[in-house]
């Protein structure tokens, strides 16, 4: 429900000391992703990545082709602080931002990205730690917006998991519909009442980072198992999704991490929910239907 076969941070495109866009090299470095996925009966991916962090939809188009797998791709933008906010910043200061973002949103949503006829599966929305800032906000409002016109699908970032319950009730607030809204990252706040208190909303969240431990304010994979268990326990196996927001290929310039935290990253790779996170939740005694629910049930019905 939530991973990124190709990314890059804002700004990537400026660094010419990478040369330009190995598409050779990406196309491996997918198929070998999707494959692996694919070799634990995975059909259909989402990937979330926003229209200004590197979406390359022609990408996807033949990683799906060569592998059979199902590839839902975005329409959306970061959230300000990592993402590319001076554009529609500058749009919204001279006329009205909101009504621009809603026209690309409809348009992506119901005519296709570019020239492919792609059209986009998701709204991909973020927001800051702590806080909707005013330019996010008119991007929820747009996204709620074409949802009520088109039906279309939303999936959130939320930065460490903060402002979850306050990204539901503004969608909700707008019209949007809880049942086709899916707030992510939700797993980077433990707090089990937090989590009540969205998942109260009626929308669904997401457990996706699995595998992406003690960094960027994220929580141990125990932590989550534990935090999902217990929700579980509560009721919610219907309204709860898995994923790892893996990124397979980085754009720019190669990032070179500690030695430190490149052992962690080790664990953040696309098929670490099915060869640890599950097998571990089975111990505490999630039964196979709840599996089935989290992994192929919950996102069958959240894209009805």
């Known amino acids: 429900m939530h991973e990124h076969f190709v990314f890059g941070y804002p700004g990537f495109e400026g660094d010419k000391t990478v040369g330009p866009f190995d598409r050779k090299k990406a196309l491996e470095v997918s198929i070998a992703a999707a494959e692996r996925a694919k070799a634990y ?20 188009k033949e990683v799906s082709e060569k592998t059979g797998v199902n590839i839902v791709c975005a329409t959306g933008y970061y959230f300000e602080g990592e993402g590319a906010s001076a554009y529609f910043k500058f749009r919204n200061a001279l006329g009205d931002g909101l009504k621009e973002i809603y026209e690309l949103m409809f348009m992506e949503v119901t005519e296709g990205i570019d020239d492919t006829g792609i059209k986009a599966g998701v709204i991909k929305l973020a927001s800051s730690k702590n ?5 996010e906000r008119l991007f929820f409002k747009a996204a709620a917006k074409v949802q009520k016109e088109t039906g279309a699908h939303i999936i959130t970032h939320t930065q460490e998991g903060t402002m979850g319950q306050e990204q539901a009730e503004l969608l909700i607030s707008e019209g949007a519909d809880p049942n086709r809204i899916m707030i992510g990252h939700m797993c980077g706040n433990t707090d089990i009442k937090y989590a009540a208190k969205v998942l109260e909303k009626g ?52 990032v070179v991490f500690p030695p430190a935290l490149r052992e962690i990253m080790a664990n953040q790779h696309i098929a670490r929910i099915f060869e640890v996170i599950i097998p571990d939740l089975k111990k505490m005694g999630v039964t196979d239907d709840q599996i089935e629910k989290i992994m192929t049930k919950n996102p069958e019905h959240f894209f009805r």
């Open 131 to 135: 806080v909707i800032t005013d330019y």
């Open 203 to 254: 929308v669904y969240i997401g457990f996706d980072r699995f595998g992406l431990e003690g960094f960027i304010g994220c929580p141990t994979d125990g932590e989550r198992e534990a935090l999902a268990v217990s929700l579980l326990a509560l009721g919610y196996e219907d309204k709860i999704m898995f994923s790892h927001d893996t990124v397979n290929v980085m754009l720019g310039r190669t």
């Open 41 to 60: 009966g995975v059909q259909t991916i989402v990937d979330a990545t926003p229209n200004e962090c590197g979406r390359d939809v022609k990408v996807l």
